[in-house]
Structure formats: structure tokens, C-alpha cells
């Protein structure tokens, strides 16, 4: 087993989904509505990450590199909010998941590693996005 599915279970699109129906109502409590975007996003500056609990993740392993392939219908990009969430490809593979502590509402975050830059992204997980 490896070292990031000894820490965080690794969780499956149809447990994704069942996340995504379980979000509480259409609006997002105070500690989350600087995260709630139907596309990814930077993690806002100064937001207190403390509001949300990791609860799993999305990268089956540590050990060999998730593909960087993208599963995009024509014309989507990859931070659109019209993107599909597909575990099984970039850059939901390398993805954390995560809920707010206040509210449930969940998440899905990702470093974006540039060549003199770290990003941290964050996307509002919904249950009609993801692929199965």
C-alpha cells in the first residue's frame, strides 16, 4: 500500500457522486462561500484552510505519476465550469477531496505546480459532473 492511501481512503466516482448530492442547500455557509465555484479556482489568499477536513483522495498512488491526460469534450477546457470531474484523468487524478468542517459542503483541491509558481485550486464538487 502506499503512503497516501495509508493516510486518506481513496475514494471511487460513484462515491464522488453520492459527495455531490449530499451538498447542503444551493448557498454556502460563511466559512465556505469564498470556495463555492463551479470551476476551479485559487484557493483565496488568506482563507483559513482550517474550515475544511480532508477526507480522501483521488490518486490511486504515490509512486508512478497520475496521466496527464485530459477528458474534455470539444470546445471544454480545463478549468471550465463546464469540465467534467473524471477521476481517472488529469487533474482529478491528482486530486485531494475535501468537506467543510461547518456545513459538509464538498470539495475537490489540487496544486498546480509552474516553474516558479504553486497554485492551490479548489473546485466546488457537484454530483451532475462527475463521470462514472
Request: aromatic share 10%; net charge negative; with cysteine.
Amino acid at each position: 500500500m502506499n503512503a497516501i492511501n495509508t493516510v486518506l481512503p481513496l475514494l471511487s466516482a460513484p462515491e464522488l457522486v453520492e459527495l455531490g448530492r449530499c451538498m447542503p442547500g444551493s448557498r454556502a455557509c460563511n466559512a465556505c462561500v469564498a470556495l463555492a465555484c463551479p470551476g476551479w479556482e485559487s484557493l483565496p489568499g488568506g482563507f483559513d484552510v482550517k474550515s475544511l477536513h480532508c477526507i480522501g483522495t483521488l490518486r490511486v498512488s504515490d509512486e508512478e505519476d497520475p496521466t496527464l491526460d485530459e477528458h474534455l469534450p470539444e470546445g471544454v477546457r480545463t478549468w471550465s465550469t463546464e469540465a467534467p470531474i473524471d477521476p481517472r484523468y488529469f487533474p482529478y487524478n491528482r486530486c485531494t477531496v475535501w468537506k467543510c468542517i461547518a456545513c459538509g459542503r464538498p470539495f475537490l483541491r489540487y496544486t498546480e505546480y509552474g516553474g516558479y509558481y504553486v497554485d492551490e485550486r479548489i473546485r466546488e464538487l457537484t454530483a451532475d459532473r462527475v463521470q462514472v
